[in-house]
């Protein structure tokens, strides 16, 4: 099992930054990957970015350049740093990590909100 927890939501206006912190805790051995979703209201939950055990990292065509994802020293705690964000960032943000397994088995966080205005 392995538990989720983001945190670092909050208010911004358009052009500010925001860091998001997700810390995974249990069976964090396992885990390959960890990413960050964000669903705005009316919409389907859709990828921000990821970033796999070796590095590897994988951003949505509207983020790049604005957002960075990076995971701490012990591969178990991703950060979402935000810059130049713009009204359309606005959503739920939750963190995933991904066990590997056959299926594999992703674990979800709770959300955190960001809001960002004109």
């Known amino acids: 099992q392995v538990h989720v927890v983001e945190s670092g939501g909050g208010s911004v206006q358009a052009g500010g930054s925001l860091r998001l912190s997700c810390a995974a805790s249990?069976?964090?051995?396992?885990?390959?990957?960890m990413g960050w979703y964000r669903q705005a209201p009316g919409n389907q939950r859709e990828l921000v970015a990821q970033?796999?055990?070796?590095?590897?990292?994988t951003y949505a065509g509207s983020v790049k350049g604005r957002f960075t994802i990076s995971s701490g020293s012990a591969k178990n705690t991703v950060y979402l740093q935000m810059n130049s964000l713009k009204p359309e960032d606005t959503a739920v943000y939750y963190c995933?990590?991904?066990?590997?397994?056959?299926?594999?088995?992703?674990?979800w966080g709770q959300g955190t909100q960001v809001t960002v205005s004109s």
């Open positions: 995933k990590a991904r066990e590997l397994q056959v299926p594999p088995r992703d674990y």
């Open positions: 249990g069976n964090i051995f396992s885990i390959n990957v």
């Open positions: 970033i796999t055990r070796g590095g590897t990292t």
